[in-house]
């Protein structure tokens, strides 16, 4: 079983649409969590990072945690074609962050 | 951008060479990291850094060696490259180590060994 479980898709929402993105981890040792973004052939950046329980709002971006059930989401709101990417879900725990192996996102105007 | 740089961004080599890969930062960060990214494996972690002189393993260590000089250079060696060390490495770095600050990446070298 992978640490950090993400389906890989591709998840396909039309343009302004809310796309949700979703992840689950097995380590109840993990204390912080990652979102980042990847478009082919660049690096992830990183869109978000949440540590409690309940939502964390930036922008068109949310994160959502739930501890208890060990699932992370992102929704993204108002999607754009630019939007389009991979999504990596991250996990930390001590002296170690534990990569998902993404989800992809389509985003079809 | 966090100031990390990568080098070389390309590069394709012989089977059995050595090959050294550059990460240069100018955060000042403690922690620097070494991944690769494959299909299907999503980002491993080969070694990282806690400071100058101070390395450890990840989980995909062998065949690759690390040193960290500098607070600012950390490099990654493949004494004799074999194709399965084809794939693209990213270089990140963070504060701390990891669990409550998040990691943040160098544009990657993607190697190929032939």
């Known amino acids: 079983q992978k640490e950090v479980e993400q389906n890989s898709g591709p998840l396909s929402v039309p343009e302004g649409a809310i796309a949700s993105l979703n992840c689950t981890y097995s380590?109840?040792?993990?204390?912080?969590f990652f979102w980042y973004r990847q478009y082919s052939g660049k690096s992830p950046e990183l869109i978000m990072f949440i540590y409690s329980n309940g939502d964390k709002e930036d922008g068109r971006f949310t994160a959502q945690l739930n501890k208890a059930s060990q699932y992370v989401s992102l929704l993204i709101r108002d999607s754009q074609p630019s939007d389009s990417a991979t999504y990596l879900c991250?996990?930390?725990?001590?002296?170690?962050?534990?990569f998902g192996t993404g989800t992809k996102l389509q985003v079809i105007p | 951008d966090a100031g990390i740089t990568q080098s070389p961004r390309h590069k394709v080599t012989e089977t059995g060479t050595p090959v050294t890969l550059r990460c240069h930062q100018t955060e000042n960060h403690r922690y620097m990291y070494w991944y690769r990214q494959d299909p299907g494996h999503g980002l491993r972690l080969i070694h990282y850094?806690?400071?100058?002189?101070?390395?450890d393993k990840g989980e995909v260590s062998d065949g690759y060696s690390v040193s960290r000089s500098k607070t600012e250079d950390f490099l990654l060696t493949l004494e004799s490259a074999t194709s399965s060390q084809t794939s693209v490495y990213f270089c990140?770095?963070?504060?701390?180590?990891?669990?409550?600050?998040?990691?943040?990446f160098g544009d990657g070298t993607r190697l190929s060994i032939l």
């Open positions: 991250a996990a930390g725990g001590y002296q170690k962050v534990t």
């Open positions: 380590d109840r040792g993990s204390q912080s």
């Open positions: 990140a770095i963070s504060e701390s180590a990891g669990t409550d600050q998040p990691q943040h």
């Open positions: 850094s806690y400071g100058v002189k101070d390395t």
